[in-house]
Every structure is written in structure tokens, then in C-alpha cells.
């Protein structure tokens, strides 16, 4: 089982930045991957970012090079730094875990943060 909490989303104007946290209730090591997803009314849920536990990468094509997802290891946190913001990137973000245990794959979500961006 993970915990996950999320923080630091809200409303940002176009062009401005904002760093979403999402805190784990173990070692981030122990996870096989955490990432970001985000879900706009009326679309699906998409992946955003992840990062797995060997500090791999990667990106959705639409925030490449606008988005980076880090981690500190010590407070089991990963965040999401989102510069160049854009009115399309207003969502609810979710922190997601995946736990791989003998091929079974297990995910675990937070509770969801709104970002919102507008002028």
C-alpha cells in the first residue's frame, strides 16, 4: 500500500510556472515508478510525467521541454515543475505509484490537485 499526497496546484496565467509535490507514505525506492497524470473535463486521464526508481524519465510530447519531474529521495517526494504554462494544461493532477509485485501491477493515486490556467 502507498499514500500519496499532493500539493501546490492552484491558478496561474498563462506563461507563469507552478511545482505540484506529491508526498509517499514509504521510500520513493520501493516504488517501481511514480508519475503524473492529468485529467481536463470531458477527456481522459493522461500520463504527464513519471520517473521510475532508477530515475528514468519521460514526458508526454505535449509538455517536453516545459515540464520536469524530479525527486528527493530523502523526503520520498517527486515533484512536477511546470513552466510555460498553458491555458490546454488547466486540469486536475494526479500522483500516481505503480508497485510491481510477481508480474502484478498495482496503482495508487492521490487525491488529485486543480490547476488552472487563465488570464
Known amino acids: 500500500q502507498v499514500q500519496l499526497v499532493e500539493s501546490g496546484g492552484g491558478l496561474v496565467q498563462p506563461g507563469g510556472s507552478l511545482r505540484l509535490s506529491c508526498a509517499a507514505s514509504?521510500?520513493?525506492?520501493?516504488?517501481?515508478?511514480m508519475g503524473w497524470y492529468r485529467q481536463a473535463p470531458g477527456k481522459q486521464r493522461e500520463l504527464v510525467a513519471d520517473?521510475?526508481?532508477?530515475?528514468?524519465?519521460n514526458y508526454a510530447d505535449s509538455v517536453k521541454g516545459r515540464f520536469t519531474i524530479s525527486r528527493d529521495i530523502a523526503k520520498n517526494t517527486v515533484y512536477l515543475q511546470m513552466n510555460s504554462l498553458k491555458p490546454e494544461d488547466t486540469a486536475v493532477y494526479y500522483c500516481?505509484?505503480?508497485?510491481?509485485?510477481?508480474?502484478?501491477?498495482?496503482?495508487?493515486w492521490g487525491q488529485g490537485t486543480q490547476v488552472t490556467v487563465s488570464s
Open positions: 514509504k521510500s520513493i525506492f520501493s516504488i517501481n515508478a
Open positions: 520517473i521510475t526508481s532508477g530515475g528514468t524519465t
Open positions: 500516481n505509484a505503480v508497485l510491481l509485485r510477481f508480474a502484478i501491477r498495482s496503482d495508487y
